[in-house]
């Protein structure tokens, strides 16, 4: 299957700095990727859409000045927290598309795993 | 609003057991439903189902779609320890590119 890479998987930060996500798709191009937030005993909720080239589509009540999204290439989508607090802290997961001629298949990171103290 | 409901929320059998996990949905311009398995980290998918009626089977795991009931099935034969996880039902749709949306998830726990 194809694969997809999230970096860090884990990071710690202090309150009021910024953190930078990567997620990239090693084996296939992805011009559409989500970003996922799922805190502790919760399902997987998705932050925004992003699609390479353009503005980041995000879902209703996600601050997109709190968390920045690029999508530069057909590879690699970031997330950036900007001034992160300790709400902030979560577990992230990106997932970028494969189309394919039968199916179109959704491949995940491995997620990260972020501490704001 | 497009909702995907799945119950129960938690399960505890003992190794042996049969599990039905269950996944029922709305969405306008369905495409496809789709289980995943969450251990410590990112979910790895289990099956996709566009079809009302065709089961898809991989090993002891199986599943189906209705979708004129809208909803869905996870079967899991002769649990083990090791199918100790979260369980995602995911509903995909027409227009959405593998944009998710996902149920809350079945913590399935299977004791020795």
């Known amino acids: 299957g194809a694969v997809v890479s999230q970096h860090p998987s884990r990071v710690i930060c202090k309150s009021g700095t910024s953190v930078k996500i990567e997620c990239r798709s090693l084996?296939?191009?992805?011009?559409?990727m989500f970003w996922y937030r799922q805190f502790p005993k919760q399902s997987l909720m998705l932050m925004a859409t992003?699609?390479?080239?353009?503005?980041?589509?995000?879902e209703q009540g996600v601050e997109k000045d709190k968390f920045l999204i690029n999508h530069a290439s057909l590879t690699l989508s970031t997330l950036t927290v900007t001034s992160a607090h300790p709400e902030d802290s979560s577990f992230y997961i990106c997932?970028?598309?494969?189309?394919?001629?039968?199916?179109?298949?959704?491949?995940f990171g491995q997620g990260t795993r972020l501490t704001v103290v | 609003e497009d909702k995907v409901v799945q119950s129960p929320l938690s399960l505890v059998v003992h190794e042996g057991d049969t599990v039905t996990l269950n996944c029922s949905y709305e969405?306008?311009?369905?495409?496809?439903l789709l289980w995943y398995k969450q251990e410590k980290k990112a979910p790895t998918f289990l099956f996709m189902l566009?079809?009302?009626?065709i089961e898809k089977k991989s090993g002891r795991l199986s599943s189906i779609l209705d979708k004129k009931e809208l909803f869905s099935i996870l079967n899991i034969t002769a649990t083990q320890t090791g199918d100790s996880a979260i369980y995602l039902c995911?509903?995909?749709?027409?227009?959405?590119?593998?944009?998710?949306?996902f149920g809350e998830g079945t913590q399935l726990t299977v004791n020795p």
């Open positions: 995911a509903v995909e749709k027409e227009t959405s590119g593998s944009r998710l949306t």
């Open positions: 997932s970028a598309t494969r189309y394919g001629t039968v199916n179109t298949e959704a491949f």
């Open positions: 566009t079809s009302s009626g």
């Open positions: 992003s699609n390479e080239g353009s503005k980041a589509t995000y």
């Open positions: 969405v306008t311009n369905f495409r496809s």
């Open positions: 084996d296939f191009q992805a011009t559409t």
